[in-house]
Each structure stands twice: as C-alpha cells, then as structure tokens.
C-alpha cells in the first residue's frame, strides 16, 4: 500500500489543522493505521492508531482530548484532527500502515509496515 500525507502548515497556537492520509490499493480495511511524528532534532514518536473498523483509537499522553484520529474504509482516507494546537506539536507528522493489531501497544514504529512521506506541520507561538 502506498500512503500519501498531506494538509501540513503553519497555525498559530490554539488553532486546528487537519491531517489527511490517503492510501491507494483495495485492501485498506484490513490495515491498522497510526500517526506518528518526528520534531526537529528528536526521534520519531508514536501520536495515535485506529483499528481497521475504526472502533478502537489511542492516544499518546501528549496529544490525548486534543487530536482526534478517524478512518473512512469507502474513502481509504485516515485522518488525525488537530486541535489547540501548541508549538511542541511542531513536527513532520507521518501516517503507517500495520498489518496486525497490538491493542493499546500499536505504539511500536517496528509494528508498522508501510510509511507515508509525512506532512510538516509548525506551531507558532
């Protein structure tokens, strides 16, 4: 599956973005589907995963009741809504494709076998 991210730009803090991911193929339901993202000068950190439904999510600590993470299985679309966005959510934010569901441990980079090129977001304060 390929994965292409886009919708990254510059917000002011407290505002909203929101993060498209598109996948190409016919099988995008039988994928599990996370964000990452990737600050300048840190390592790439887990955001949020969807089960293939769309009837689990998790968040990371850092962005759980802000960012909201959806799925529509017709559109084979994954999206991460952004909200009250501060300039530590500055990134390169990333959208990956797993074949296999851990639960709440869907959190590992190693889980995931497909990336998409990701989208900068920035924050400014």
């Known amino acids: 599956v390929q994965l292409q991210a886009s919708g990254g730009g510059l917000v002011q803090a407290g505002g909203s973005l929101r993060l498209p991911c598109v996948a190409s193929?016919?099988?995008?339901?039988?994928?599990?589907m996370g964000w990452f993202r990737q600050a300048p000068g840190k390592e790439r950190e887990f955001v949020s995963v969807i089960s293939r439904s769309g009837a689990a999510t998790y968040y990371s600590d850092s962005v759980k009741g802000r960012f909201t993470i959806s799925r529509d299985n017709g559109e084979n679309t994954v999206s991460l809504q952004m909200n009250s966005l501060q300039p530590e959510d500055t990134a390169v934010y990333y959208c990956a494709a797993a074949l296999t569901w851990y639960g709440s441990h869907t959190y590992r980079e190693n889980y995931y076998d497909y990336w998409g090129q990701g989208t900068l977001v920035t924050v400014s304060s």
């Open positions: 193929g016919r099988t995008f339901s039988s994928y599990v």
